[in-house]
């Protein structure tokens, strides 16, 4: 009998964390469903009274008209540019680093590996002026090639690879020399399979963190042609700030490829996440 009605408070505590959990989704998902109701309507039943909640006559004529307006597709071209590209670049460098931190033995390991970690203390946004600056003298400003030579230095990247890798056990390392492989061949073909979950976790925040990025191409960038995503749509609030399906359509392209990373990679995500927590 006792075992019986535990049962049943153990059932019903679980229907009511589902239900709970399914409200919380829902209230979440309610901006999303509204981004993606309100660019499926027209001009005029953007403003009408009362709300229309499902559009009565949808249309994808503000899709049409984002994609015709001027380099709104060379835009989209350069903020997939810059997150593949500097993403793949900065998941090898940061690996590189992180494998000669956990496994290699040379004078000054320690202090080197603080000094990468007093990075994460410093506000992005300070080293602006001074990045413009250095930029300028390389006349590496206006370029999407600049932004890849920044990924050569990522804290966060290092320090998430390097408390994976001290997880691995040296004896695979000491197999692989005995059979007279190299650090090379070791790094890419013992270390990179082993992090691979902390590599997929990278790869969808590196990503996302590029595909975002708002202020420093807004730096470093003035020519229009070579503008990402996230610059371009700040300018529909200026020319076309009363139609809002329009800005809803290109929020909602802009998060597209973010969700689609994410899902292609979701069953790495958590298992990459739990790494950070790996003491050393």
Request: glycine share 6%.
């Amino acid at each position: 009998m006792i075992d019986t009605s535990l049962k049943r408070k153990r059932a019903g505590g679980r229907v009511l964390f589902y239900l709970a959990a399914i409200s919380i989704a829902l209230v979440v998902c309610i901006p999303f469903f509204w981004m993606l109701i309100t660019s499926l309507k027209s001009r005029g039943a953007v403003m009408s009274i009362p709300v229309e909640w499902i559009p009565k006559e949808p249309t994808l004529e503000a899709y049409k008209k984002l994609f015709s307006i001027p380099n709104f597709a060379s835009s989209v071209f350069n903020s997939f540019y810059i997150s593949i590209v500097c993403t793949a670049a900065r998941l090898v460098c940061a690996a590189m680093a992180a494998y000669a931190l956990t496994k290699l033995r040379f004078p000054g390991q320690g202090g080197l590996f603080k000094l990468y970690l007093t990075a994460l203390m410093i506000p992005a946004q300070i080293t602006f002026i001074p990045l413009f600056i250095v930029m300028t003298k390389l006349h590496l400003t206006n370029s999407l090639n600049a932004f890849l030579l920044l990924q050569f230095f990522n804290a966060f990247a290092i320090f998430m690879l390097r408390q994976n890798m001290m997880t691995i056990n040296d004896a695979y390392m000491e197999a692989a020399r005995i059979d007279g492989a190299s650090h090379w061949r070791i790094f890419w073909n013992i270390m990179l399979p082993m992090c691979s979950g902390t590599l997929a976790t990278l790869a969808i925040l590196c990503f996302m963190d590029l595909w975002n990025d708002y202020l420093l191409p807004l730096v470093l960038l003035t020519d229009q042609g070579k503008y990402t995503l996230p610059i371009l749509l700040s300018t529909l609030s200026g020319q076309y700030k009363n139609q809002y399906n329009l800005t809803m359509a290109g929020s909602l392209v802009s998060i597209v490829p973010i969700l689609l990373v994410y899902i292609c990679a979701q069953r790495y995500f958590k298992e990459g996440l739990n790494v950070g927590g790996v003491k050393g």
